[in-house]
T-cell receptor, first 118, second 112 residues
Framework: GAVVSQHPSWVICKSGTSVKIECRSL??????MFWYRQFPKQSLMLMAT?????????EQGVEKDKFLINHASLTLSTLTVTSAHPEDSSFYIC??????????????FGPGTRLTVL | AQSVTQPDIHITVSEGASLELRCNYS??????LFWYVQSPGQGLQLLLK??????LVQGIKGFEAEFKRSQSSFNLRKPSVHWSDAAEYFC??????????FGTGTSLTVIP
């Protein structure tokens, strides 16, 4: 149980285009989902917290107009990288929290999406 | 500032040797503590977690971790490392303010 999927697992796009990444909780309802970015050999950096039915909360320094987050249902959150540039190339990981589980504190992570912008 | 620290950026051990990865946290109260493992190009897999109770926690793949309040530590251990354990290991903590913090990670290399 508590499986999170991401699609696509990797994507290559041209500079200036937009890319959408999906994060799904497969067997539980996730009222809260999180989006992380990870550069090579570095830790995960929280980009934003997404609550179902409301606007996402972005961390300081993250451009909300560039990284659009939508959490329209209890099982799906999407991250759209708009007008992507090579510096947006990174590994994007989502996670989801199940409010029903123990204390609701554990996050379940997706397998990540490798974005390469040419 | 609240944080999670992993002092060792990189560790190399021989296969069959014991392993200890260090993790320290800085919070006023006991946070919820986690250890994750990440293989290259992959997502994170939960090894174990500590919320309360017994301070020695058993996880998957033969890993265990011990919570020591006096040292603000949650070190990960394994008595005998396998070559397949080579990966990046992240300690993480969830505080009472619902903030989830990751350590900087420790890269483990296993020598045959």
């Amino acid at each position: 149980g508590a499986v999170v999927s991401q699609h696509p697992s990797w994507v290559i796009c041209k500079s200036g285009t937009s890319v959408k990444i999906e994060c799904r909780s497969l067997d539980f309802q996730a009222t809260t989902m999180f989006w992380y970015r990870q550069f090579p050999k570095q830790s995960l950096m929280l980009m934003a917290t997404s609550n179902e039915g409301s606007k996402a909360t972005y961390e300081q320094g993250v451009e909300k107009d560039k990284f659009l987050i939508n959490h329209a249902s209890l099982t799906l959150s999407t991250l759209t990288v708009t007008s992507a540039h090579p510096e947006d190339s990174s590994f994007y990981i989502c996670s989801a929290r199940d409010q029903v589980l123990v204390l609701g504190k554990e996050q379940f992570f997706g397998p990540g999406t490798r974005l390469t912008v040419l | 500032a609240q944080s999670v620290t992993q002092p060792d950026i990189h560790i190399t051990v021989s296969e069959g040797a014991s392993l200890e990865l260090r993790c320290n946290y800085s919070y006023g109260a006991t946070p919820y503590l986690f250890w994750y493992v990440q293989s290259p190009g992959q997502g994170l897999q939960l090894l174990l977690k500590y919320f309360s109770g017994d301070t020695l926690v058993q996880g998957i793949k033969g890993f265990e971790a011990e919570f020591k309040r006096s040292q603000s530590s949650f070190n990960l251990r394994k008595p005998s490392v396998h070559w397949s354990d080579a990966a990046e290991y992240f300690c993480a903590a969830y505080n009472t303010g619902n903030q989830f913090y990751f350590g900087t990670g420790t890269s483990l290399t296993v020598i045959p």
